[in-house]
């Protein structure tokens, strides 16, 4: 396969079945399902492990697996067991099968139980869960309790236990989550989006886009009866206010220049 084809695809399906099993009178009872066992890279299989769930006794290749097709989830934390996918053989959670030498991942936590291919992960102790690496590129801050890039070191607004809050956009748990979050500017963690829904400033720089806001009010005056209106506004990004021109495009702040304003009180006429 050409290395197009490899990058494209990243997960095979090599078989079409699995075994769930189940502990029933000090015997294993097999199941048979399909799902995704291996994963193709470079040319080479990499074989997968599956995990023995300790909640319902039964194998998923991953925790997200397991949650998605369950009215539960799986503590990551208190699996015990692997089966090798290519001799089947029932272990302890290990890198590799201690009956054939399969390697279950290029990367493996032995705390989280995660086999992955080598993305310079590392455990953080007190994250409590891997992260990607490399590790020198991290450091965890204690107040937010969370491992973030070294370019922030001393250079970000501490809240604490930040990480600690499902995303306001997407609802997902921010500290387990799989998604890259953003650190803005007000302290807050974001998956996405151009303003901080908790504290409403302006999630990036928005310096370019507030100059395409200049020229687009330019180019569109107000009716005459508008022109001399003027509003109280609180800008979003610098907390402070100011009186300002009215504009149905947006109401720009006179002290920082951002378009990132509210209104704060009603529309008056300015008397010539």
Same mark, same amino acid.
């Given at each position: 396969m050409s290395p197009e084809g490899h990058a494209v695809i990243s997960w095979v399906a090599a078989m079409s079945r699995f075994h769930l099993?189940?502990?029933?009178?000090?015997?294993?009872?097999?199941r048979h399902a399909s799902f995704l066992i291996f994963r193709l890279r470079s040319?080479?299989?990499?074989? #997968?492990? $599956?995990? /023995?769930?300790?909640c319902c006794d039964k194998l998923y290749t991953c925790r997200l697996c397991h949650d998605n097709n369950e009215d539960?989830?799986?503590?990551?934390?208190?699996?015990k067991e692997v089966q090798c996918i290519n001799c089947e053989k029932i272990q302890h959670a290990q890198q590799s099968c201690e009956e054939c030498s399969t390697l279950f991942g290029e990367y493996y936590c032995?705390?989280?139980?995660?086999?992955?291919?080598?993305?310079?992960?590392?455990?953080?102790?007190?994250?409590?869960?891997?992260?990607?690496?490399?590790k020198e590129d991290f450091f965890h801050c204690l107040k937010?309790?969370?491992?973030?890039?070294?370019?922030?070191?001393?250079?970000h607004k501490c809240i604490e236990n930040v990480s600690r809050?499902? #995303?306001? $956009?997407? /609802?997902?748990?921010?500290?387990?989550?799989?998604?890259?979050?953003?650190?803005?500017?007000?302290?807050h963690l974001l998956h996405r989006g151009y303003r901080c829904p908790l504290c409403m400033h302006s999630a990036l720089d928005m310096t370019r886009y507030w100059r395409q806001l200049d020229d687009e009010v330019a180019q569109t005056p107000m009716p005459s009866e508008y022109q001399n209106m003027t509003v109280d506004i609180l800008c979003n990004d610098c907390n402070r206010r100011s009186t300002v021109q009215f504009h149905i495009?947006?109401?720009?702040?006179?002290?920082?220049?951002?378009?990132?304003?509210?209104?704060?009180k009603r529309i008056s006429l300015d008397q010539q």
């Open positions: 099993m189940e502990r029933g009178k000090g015997a294993w009872r097999r040319g080479t299989d990499i074989f #997968c492990s $599956i995990l /023995l769930a300790p539960h989830q799986l503590d990551r934390f208190k699996v032995s705390i989280c139980h995660l086999f992955d291919k080598d993305k310079k992960q590392y455990h953080c102790e007190n994250c409590g869960i891997c992260r990607i690496g490399p937010c309790n969370l491992c973030l890039a070294m370019n922030l070191q001393g250079k809050q499902n #995303c306001p $956009i997407c /609802l997902e748990d921010i500290h387990t989550s799989r998604v890259v979050a953003h650190v803005l500017p007000c302290g495009l947006g109401m720009k702040c006179n002290i920082c220049e951002s378009y990132n304003t509210a209104q704060a």
